[in-house]
């Protein structure tokens, strides 16, 4: 074992001895681990830490967007907003089309 690892190590010992992981969320839980194995290797690490800022493709925000309005016209009754969401929710259609045809085209 190399020395950092060995540091590595007898840090995570002396802190598990003070009780510092003691307060910890998800203490005794099992790790909800993601399956990466469809993310490009090379990209693993970007997506890791975009996804840890909250920052998510526009065609995700725009689906994400789109669920919201379909759960607002559900509970609508007022016939002018329920307009409104509706063609908001058009136009959000339109371009999520437009958005995944350009993916599909390799972002051109």
């Known amino acids: 074992m190399d020395p950092l690892d060995k540091l590595a190590e007898q840090r995570i010992l002396d802190a598990i001895a003070t009780g510092e992981f003691d307060e910890l969320p998800g203490l005794g839980r099992p790790l909800e681990l993601e399956d990466l194995s469809?993310?490009?290797?090379?990209?693993?690490?970007?997506?890791?830490?975009?996804?840890?800022?909250?920052?998510?493709?526009?065609?995700?925000?725009?689906?994400?967007?789109?669920?919201?309005?379909?759960?607002?016209?559900?509970?609508?009754e007022d016939s002018v907003e329920r307009a409104t969401i509706e063609d908001r929710r058009r136009a959000l259609v339109l371009r999520y089309e437009i958005l995944m045809e350009r993916r599909r085209h390799g972002g051109q």
């Open 38 to 76: 469809l993310v490009d290797p090379e990209l693993r690490a970007s997506y890791i830490l975009l996804r840890g800022a909250n920052v998510l493709p526009e065609e995700l925000t725009v689906r994400k967007e789109l669920v919201r309005l379909g759960d607002l016209l559900r509970a609508c």
